[in-house]
Nanobody, 124 residues
């Protein structure tokens, strides 16, 4: 049984930082690319960060590029999303998703597994 479990969400002030974690189990972690998506109220779920399982290449949506970083610890089967200089518009439920293969994709339909999501609220 595949599980992706997010943690680290919560309330953060504008300009602050937050680190999300996604712990995977039940899958061949090294054969899956893990990405982060988010869904704000009334909006579609969209991808924002991804790291290739093959060479560690990273990909970011324009909205978070330069502020978010993504990393993975294969031994711990964990992917991290470091969120810096957060803005109110970063408020959303954040999901990690696993896709078989080494190529990143922000297409929701391309993902094989999803976490349950975690709330991130940016507010003063």
């Amino acid at each position: 049984q595949v599980q992706l479990v997010e943690s680290g969400g919560g309330l953060v002030q504008p300009g602050g930082s937050l680190r999300l974690s996604c712990v995977a189990s039940g899958l061949d972690f090294n054969s899956h690319t893990i990405g982060w998506f988010r869904q704000a109220p009334g909006k579609e779920r969209e991808g924002n960060s991804c790291m290739s399982s093959r060479d560690g290449s990273t990909y970011f949506a324009e909205s978070v590029r330069g502020r978010f970083t993504i990393s993975r610890d294969n031994a711990k089967m964990t992917v991290y999303l470091q969120m810096n200089s957060v803005r109110p518009e970063d408020t959303a439920v954040y999901y990690c998703a696993a896709k078989y293969g080494s190529v990143c994709s922000f297409r929701r339909s391309s993902q094989d597994y999803w976490g349950q999501g975690i709330q991130v609220t940016v507010s003063s």
